[in-house]
C-alpha cells in the first residue's frame, strides 16, 4: 500500500515529465515514481522512432560534428527532426510542431544523450543519484531534498554500457577492467559523476552521481533550511570579514560545499579569489556574473593516478600562492598539498581569508587527519582558526535525515605543549541543541571569552562588545532576509544577498565617517529601511 505524499512536473526539453512522491506502509522508505513520456508514446509514434533509428545506421554524415561530445546532440536532434518529417510525410501521418519536438528530444536524448538519467538530472530536487550493481536487480537510489528514496526505474546492462561510453566520450579519459575507475563533472547537469566496474565490483558497472546547486547557496537560504541559526550565520560573516582560516568538516553529503559556497558571498567584493578544486563544484561563472573576482583553477583528479593528465594540487598550490594576495578557497583538503597551506598560513603567506572542506565527524577528526594523517606539523596547525563540523541529523530520532551544522569551534592559540592533547585545543563558540533542533551561543560568544572575536575586535579596533553587537546586527539583518524570503524566494538567492551585503558594508562605511567609529543601532534603521525599499523594487 502506497500513500501520495506529493505530485510535481519538471520541465525541459519539450517532455514534460510527472513525479509522485509515495510513503510505503511495509517498511521506512519512500518512493519517487515517474513514467517517462517515451513509455505513453503511441504506435504510430513508435514506428516513426524506429525508422529514424534505421535510417540514422544508415547515415553517412557530411561534416564531422556529430563526432564532437560537446556539439553531437544539437547534431542527432536536427538529424531527427528532418528525418521525422520526411518519415511521417511518407506515411501520412499528421506531426504537430510539439510532437516533432518532443520525438526529436527523446531521439537525441538515447542517441547523444544520457537516456533517462537525463530526466533525473533536470529535477533539481534531486541531490544524487546512485545506480548499483547488478542494475537488473537494483532499482535507482536517489536522495531528495536531503531525503533518501528509491525508485521505480529499473535501469539495463545495455543501458549502463551506453552511458560508460558516453562519459568516456565527455570526458576523454579510459574507463575499462583496466581503468576500473572514472570521475569526471557533467558541467551541463551541474553534477559530478563517479564510475566503477570490474573488477573492483565484480556484478557490472555501477554509478554514483551527485548534483551540485544549479544556483549559489546562501546563508540565507542555509537558514530557512534550518542548517544553522540567524545568529551563527551572523558569526560566520563576522569571521570571514575578518579573515579567519576556517576548515568546514563533515562526513559525505553532510552539506560541506554547500556551506562553503556561501560563504563566499560573505567575502567583501573588493578581495580577489583564488578556488582549487579536482571536480569543479563551487558556481564561479554565477559568481563572476556577480560581479566577484573569482579564479577557478582545477587540478589533477584524485583518480588520475601517475600519467593521468593535468596539474598536481600540490603545483596547483604552490601557483596559486605565486598569484598574488587573494582569498583562498580549497574544495577539499586531503592530501600532500595540506603542507604547503599550511606552512604558507603559518608564516602569513596564504591570503586574506583561507577555507575549505575535509572529512571529519568531529574536531578531533580534523587535527587527527590532518596532523597524523597527512603529517603537518602541530605547530603548523594552529594557523587554523575555527573548525565548522556539519552532519547530517535524524531529527527526534525519525528516519529522514536533515543537514545540521552541529559545532563552530575556534583553535586555542595558547598553552600549547610539545604533547598535543585534541581535545583541549578546540573552544566550542556554538553548539548543536538535539532537543531544541538548533546551534546555541557558548559563553565564549555571549561573554566575549572567544580568541578568534578578540582577535579581530582587536585588528578592528573596536571594543570586544562592539564585536559582538557587530555579529549580532549581521544575525538581525539575515533573520529578516529569511523572513521576507518565505514570500519573495528571490531574496535568499545570490544576488540579492550580494546586493544586501554590500549595502551593509557601505552603511558601515559610512557610519565611520560620521562617527570615527561605527554605531549599530543607527547601521540597523538605515538597512533596514534600505532593504524595505529593495523588497519592493525587485518584487
Known amino acids: 500500500m502506497q500513500f501520495l505524499l506529493k505530485k510535481y512536473e519538471i520541465k525541459g526539453g519539450g517532455r514534460p515529465l510527472q513525479v509522485y512522491l509515495y510513503s510505503l506502509a511495509t517498511r521506512p522508505e519512500k518512493l519517487y515514481f515517474v513514467i517517462p513520456p517515451e513509455y505513453n508514446l503511441s504506435e504510430e509514434h513508435l514506428r516513426i522512432l524506429q525508422k529514424v533509428k534505421e535510417k540514422l545506421a544508415k547515415h553517412r554524415p557530411s561534416d564531422a560534428s556529430f563526432m564532437d561530445p560537446e556539439t553531437s546532440r544539437d547534431y542527432f536532434t536536427r538529424f531527427a527532426k528532418e528525418t521525422i518529417r520526411k518519415v511521417a510525410e511518407e506515411d501520412e501521418i499528421h506531426i504537430d510542431m510539439k510532437e516533432l519536438e518532443m520525438l526529436a528530444d527523446i531521439f ?37 531534498q536531503g531525503e533518501e528514496y528509491t525508485t521505480n526505474i529499473y535501469f539495463s546492462e545495455q543501458d549502463v554500457e551506453a552511458l560508460s561510453s558516453r562519459f568516456r566520450s565527455l570526458s576523454g579519459r579510459p574507463f575499462s577492467e583496466a581503468s576500473p575507475i572514472l570521475d569526471m563533472g557533467l558541467e551541463k547537469y551541474g553534477s559530478r559523476v563517479a564510475a566503477i566496474s570490474n573488477p573492483l565490483t565484480p556484478k557490472g558497472i555501477a554509478f554514483a552521481i551527485r548534483r551540485h546547486a544549479m544556483t549559489p547557496w546562501t546563508l540565507p537560504k542555509l537558514v530557512a533550511r534550518n542548517m544553522l541559526t540567524p545568529k551563527a550565520a551572523g558569526l560566520l560573516s563576522f569571521l570571514i570579514d575578518g579573515q579567519a582560516t576556517i576548515l568546514i568538516a563533515g562526513s559525505r553529503g553532510a552539506g560541506k560545499t554547500s556551506l562553503l559556497s556561501s560563504l563566499i558571498l560573505e567575502i567583501p567584493q573588493r578581495f580577489r579569489i583564488l578556488t582549487l578544486e579536482d571536480t569543479p563544484e563551487l558556481p564561479i561563472e554565477h559568481l563572476q556574473s556577480l560581479g566577484y573576482k573569482i579564479q577557478s583553477l582545477i587540478t589533477q583528479p584524485i583518480t588520475a ?26 574544495g577539499e583538503v586531503r592530501g600532500e598539498e595540506t603542507k604547503v597551506l599550511f606552512e604558507a598560513m603559518r608564516v602569513g603567506a596564504a591570503g586574506n581569508v583561507v577555507l575549505g572542506t575535509i572529512h ?48 563552530i569551534s575556534e583553535v586555542v592559540k595558547r598553552g600549547w605543549g610539545k604533547e598535543v592533547d585534541p581535545d583541549k585545543i578546540f573552544a566550542d563558540i556554538m553548539t548543536y541543541n538535539a532537543a531544541e533542533d538548533m546551534l546555541e551561543a557558548t559563553d565564549l560568544l555571549d561573554m566575549g571569552q572567544s580568541e578568534v572575536i578578540g582577535r579581530i575586535a582587536k585588528e578592528w579596533g573596536i571594543s570586544i562588545e562592539d564585536a559582538i553587537e557587530n555579529i549580532s546586527l549581521r544575525g538581525r539583518i539575515r533573520e529578516e532576509m529569511v ?7 528571490k531574496l535568499l538567492e545570490a544576488m540579492a544577498v550580494r546586493d544586501a551585503n554590500n549595502a551593509f558594508w557601505m552603511l558601515i562605511e559610512e557610519s565611520m565617517r560620521e562617527h570615527g567609529s561605527p554605531d549599530y543601532d543607527e547601521v540597523e534603521q538605515k538597512w533596514m529601511k534600505w532593504y524595505k525599499d529593495y523588497v519592493k523594487r525587485i518584487a
Open 108 to 144: 537525441a536524448k538515447y542517441t547523444a544523450g544520457l537516456g533517462l538519467l537525463e530526466d533525473l538530472l533536470m529535477d533539481e530536487n534531486i541531490q544524487d543519484i546512485y545506480i548499483n550493481a547488478p542494475v537488473s536487480n537494483n532499482p535507482l537510489h536517489i536522495v531528495w
Open 305 to 330: 593516478g601517475e600519467g593521468g593528465g593535468g596539474v598536481d594540487p600540490k603545483t596547483a598550490l604552490r601557483t596559486a600562492l605565486r598569484l598574488g594576495e587573494s582569498v583562498l578557497i580549497l
Open 360 to 407: 571529519g565527524a568531529t574536531t578531533r577528526d580534523v587535527f587527527e587527519r590532518i596532523v597524523y594523517d597527512i603529517g603537518v606539523a602541530p605547530t603548523s596547525f594552529k594557523a587554523t582558526d575555527v573548525v565548522i563540523v556539519a552532519a547530517p541529523i535524524r531529527v527526534g530520532g525519525g528516519m529522514e535525515k536533515r543537514r545540521r551544522v552541529i559545532q
Open 483 to 489: 523572513k521576507r524570503g518565505e514570500k519573495n524566494p
